[in-house]
């Protein structure tokens, strides 16, 4: 009975009450066995970080039992582990077991992808004997989290070729990736192959949709996609809020905005940051300060230092940039309240932009004293001090970035030819057609010239 308790505890997002009727069944002398400890471990890793102790304590339970090798617990244990960032306690307990079967190799990868351990992630997936389709779900969840999206297409295709058939999670990080590397057309196959097998009713998978249409720059698909989700939450209005704002369009992003709360969809603080940068792309800058005057009373939300990007880049592509900078004075206690590099980065890029070197020197003296080693601020700065002929400085911001040892990330252009995918960086001839790539360039440059 108690076993069966505990699962309910946790069903019913209860965990706490999980881990008291464990403690009520030790009272009363009985003996936990290896259906107790699955559900309480998940009900430890659902109250992580508090849970950390108590999480080691049900552990010890667990060898004093002598159960340290049922498969069904060492699966929970190692989502435990992964989650509380100690992966080398996790790897210890999936080689301790002897017979692992493809739950657990599963848990293993999604514990070192989730960590961001894509190498060690592979190498285990690859060893795999048998591979289910969550097993490829997990690997390609991995390589998206650390947005290696073409890693992600190549995965699909393997997936395809063995004659799998993929769930709603696989399709959404493909779809992710599609809205990354613009790849509409492997965006447009998704949503048919959805469609086919009824898969397209999931409410992340057509929120999923709608980012991908958006990103694409195909909001009309977009928009139809939205509207015909039957219940639509937070996350499918931030989508298309987000999506038509990016999209040039500040009037009907401000219109869905208030749809959403004729809807009774409270928004939530990346509905904000959706609707500020609609009023940055559009340079509606009474509309965006008012809704920010209004985060917190209006809507109860405290303001992030995402949030504080938002306005001051707003204020920056304006021209305003003196009262960007005020409005750091007055908000984040100005250039000796610290405050995130995105907010600083903002305003210096705005100062780039309308040739302000005055304030973006006080920016890159402030950066340069916190020895901030962030690329793209010593950049911009570099570039405001040699577009204003300030060659003295520039060079310092130059010699400061080659002493930090700070790389600047290349370019890259992403273009998407008969369905498949391709990656250009800048200076790589490691394409195989990379010299008639350049004599092709080289021919249309002449004729461009010659014109």
Not at 46 to 59: A, D, E, F, R, T
Not at 242 to 262: I, P, T, Y
Request: with cysteine; glycine share 8%; net charge negative.
């Amino acid at each position: 009975m108690y076993n069966t308790m505990i699962r309910s505890y946790l069903q019913s997002s209860s965990p706490i009450c999980s881990i008291l009727c464990y403690l009520e069944m030790l009272i009363y002398g009985l003996t936990a066995n290896n259906y107790t400890f699955p559900p309480l471990i998940k009900a430890c890793t659902s109250l992580l970080p508090s849970s950390k102790v108590i999480g080691y304590l049900v552990h010890a339970h667990i060898v004093k039992f002598g159960l340290s090798y049922d498969p069904f617990i060492v699966t929970s244990l190692i989502e435990f582990y992964s989650i509380n960032l100690d992966m080398e306690t996790a790897r210890q307990l999936f080689d301790g077991i002897p017979k692992r079967d493809v739950v657990l190799w599963t848990a293993m990868i999604d514990g070192y992808g989730k960590r961001g351990d894509v190498e060690n992630a592979r190498i285990l997936f690859d060893k795999m004997p048998e591979r289910n389709v969550i097993s490829w779900s997990s690997m390609m969840a991995a390589y998206s989290r650390v947005s290696d999206f073409k890693e992600v297409f190549n995965l699909f295709r393997e997936m395809q070729g063995k004659g799998l058939r993929p769930n709603e999670s696989i399709l959404v990080t493909v779809l992710t990736a599609c809205a990354n590397l613009g790849a509409l057309a492997q965006g447009i196959w998704v949503h048919s192959y959805a469609k086919r097998f009824n898969l397209d009713s999931n409410p992340i998978l057509a929120t999923a949709l709608v980012d991908m249409y958006s990103k694409c720059g195909s909001l009309e698909r977009a928009l139809s996609v939205f509207q015909g989700i039957p219940t639509k939450d937070s996350g499918a209005w931030n989508a298309i809020i987000s999506g038509v704002a990016m999209n040039g369009d500040a009037g009907q992003s401000f219109e869905l905005f208030q749809r959403m709360g004729s809807n009774g969809i409270q928004p939530n603080e990346r509905t904000l940051i959706a609707v500020l940068s609609a009023c940055t792309h559009s340079k509606l800058v009474k509309e965006g300060l008012s809704l920010f005057e209004q985060m917190s009373g209006v809507y109860g939300i405290k303001p992030r230092l995402e949030h504080y990007a938002c306005v001051v880049d707003l204020l920056g592509r304006a021209g305003l940039l003196e009262e960007g900078e005020r409005f750091i004075e007055e908000n984040m206690g100005g250039f000796g309240g610290g405050g995130d590099i995105n907010v600083w980065g903002a305003l210096l890029n705005a100062c780039r932009i309308h040739g302000n070197v005055d304030i973006g020197n006080r920016i890159w003296r402030m950066i340069n004293d916190l020895r901030v080693a962030d690329c793209g601020t010593h950049i911009l700065s570099y570039n405001i001090y040699k577009e204003a002929g300030w060659d003295l400085e520039a060079n310092k911001v130059r010699q400061t970035f080659l002493e930090t040892g700070m790389k600047k990330k290349p370019g890259c252009s992403v273009i998407e030819v008969d369905g498949v995918v391709e990656e250009f960086l800048v200076g790589d001839l490691f394409h195989p057609k990379a010299w008639e790539i350049c004599e092709m360039l080289d021919m249309l440059f002449n004729t461009v010239s010659l014109e």
